[in-house]
Structure formats: structure tokens, C-alpha cells
T-cell receptor, first 115, second 115 residues
Framework: DAGVTQSPTHLIKTRGQQVTLRCSPKSGHDTVSWYQQALGQGPQFIFQYYEEEERQRGNFPDRFSGHQFPNYSSELNVNALLLGDSALYLC??????????????FGEGSWLTVV | GENVEQHPSTLSVQEGDSAVIKCTYSDSASNYFPWYKQELGKGPQLIIDIRSNVGEKKDQRIAVTLNKTAKHFSLHITETQPEDSAVYFCAAREDSGAGSYQLTFGKGTKLSVIP
């Protein structure tokens, strides 16, 4: 059973560029959340997708956007990259909040460096 | 919103000793408290979790306790081994009531187990 898979694992972008990160949730999971983890910090919630819609959003600007596909996979897009966007971007998968025994699993992340 | 405080930020123990990490949370509506272990360059790995209807949970050398009244929860690792060395994060899940939820993380504890 594959866990949460993310791609790419590492990438380098220039300020002002755009980036797309991808995530496939754990088999059977229908809810995908994205988190940003700066060096030496805990992950911070960006947004959550369920049934192809953004259901909740954290304190991140509109430059951060996402999408969920019918197969539950998801993309995170960041436009107009800033140096401060350099971080580990984590995808988390889970069942819908109404499911019992809900547990949240993380992928290995995508390391983004903005130069 | 939820706020999670985690202590200590660093912890060194001798192999075989016990390690305790403590977290407090602010939102009494939070009902799920997972602990994650993060090794260098990897994503967070769930090691144990506890729900608000349970006071204590144990899994081999790892245990978690929850005090809802005081709004704090703790991770206990007994008989520590060098492979336990990592950064540990506590988190609290806040149900927004709108059919969504997010994890709020502490800042992490770097545990070093000295052989």
C-alpha cells in the first residue's frame, strides 16, 4: 500500500517564477491538505481540499492556490515566488473529518529553493 | 485560532534513559493530538496519537498522556535508543465546525540520544 507520494523532491526556482507541486494521497484517502515548513519550524497549514474544492485555508496569500482531481490527487501552485517561499512543502492525506479513526499522514515533501 | 506550545526545544538523554516532551494547547475545542517524528530531510512520520476521549495511550516504548482540563499533553519515550534521535512535533487538530480541520504544530523538540 503506497503512502503519500509527492513530486518533485527538490527544485530550484528564481524569484518571480511559478511552481507546481504534486501529491498523491494514501490509498483510500479523499482529503488532501498542504503545509509549508520553514527551516527549523513546525509545519504551517496552507489549505485543504475535499471533493475537488478548497474547504479551508490558512493564513497564506492568494499567490498560493491548489487543485484536487477526481482521483483525489492534488497540486499546489505558487505564483510570483519570493525568497521567503523557500521551504519544505508537505502534503497530508486523510479521510474526511466525519470518518471515525481519522489519522493524518504526511508525504516526504518537496524542497523548494527560491534564488 | 489554536496555539500550541512545545517544550523543551532541545533534549539530550543517555541511551536507555527516558525522554519526556510536553505540549500545551489553547483551544478547548481541539480533540485530536498526534505526535510526529521527523528525521533530517524527511517528512513527518506519525508515531502515536490520542483523542480527547482518552487520557493515555501506549505503544511499546512510546506513550502519550492527555490532560483536557489543563490543556496539555505529553510524549514519553522509555529505554531510548540512538535511532530515536530526531525532531519531534506535537500537534492539535481543531475542528472548525464547517466540515474541515487543520493541524496546528508546536515548534518541535530536537531529541539527541547519546550512546
Amino acid at each position: 500500500d503506497a503512502g503519500v507520494t509527492q513530486s518533485p523532491t527538490h527544485l530550484i526556482k528564481t524569484r518571480g517564477q511559478q511552481v507546481t507541486l504534486r501529491c498523491s494521497p494514501k490509498s483510500g484517502h479523499d482529503t488532501v491538505s498542504w503545509y509549508q515548513q520553514a527551516l527549523g519550524q513546525g509545519p504551517q497549514f496552507i489549505f485543504q481540499y475535499y471533493e475537488e474544492e478548497e474547504r479551508q485555508r490558512g493564513n497564506f496569500p492568494d499567490r498560493f492556490s491548489g487543485h484536487q482531481f477526481p482521483n483525489y490527487s492534488s497540486e499546489l501552485n505558487v505564483n510570483a515566488l519570493l525568497l521567503g517561499d523557500s521551504a519544505l512543502y508537505l502534503c497530508a492525506s486523510s479521510l474526511d473529518y466525519r470518518a471515525t479513526g481519522n489519522t493524518i499522514y504526511f508525504g516526504e515533501g518537496s524542497w523548494l529553493t527560491v534564488v | 485560532g489554536e496555539n500550541v506550545e512545545q517544550h523543551p526545544s532541545t533534549l539530550s538523554v543517555q541511551e536507555g534513559d527516558s525522554a519526556v516532551i510536553k505540549c500545551t494547547y489553547s483551544d478547548s475545542a481541539s480533540n485530536y493530538f498526534p505526535w510526529y517524528k521527523q528525521e533530517l530531510g524527511k517528512g513527518p512520520q506519525l508515531i502515536i496519537d490520542i483523542r480527547s476521549n482518552v487520557g493515555e495511550k501506549k505503544d511499546q516504548r512510546i506513550a502519550v498522556t492527555l490532560n483536557k482540563t489543563a490543556k496539555h499533553f505529553s510524549l514519553h519515550i522509555t529505554e531510548t535508543q540512538p535511532e530515536d534521535s530526531a525532531v519531534y512535533f506535537c500537534a492539535a487538530r481543531e475542528d472548525s465546525g464547517a466540515g474541515s480541520y487543520q493541524l496546528t504544530f508546536g515548534k518541535g523538540t530536537k531529541l539527541s540520544v547519546i550512546p
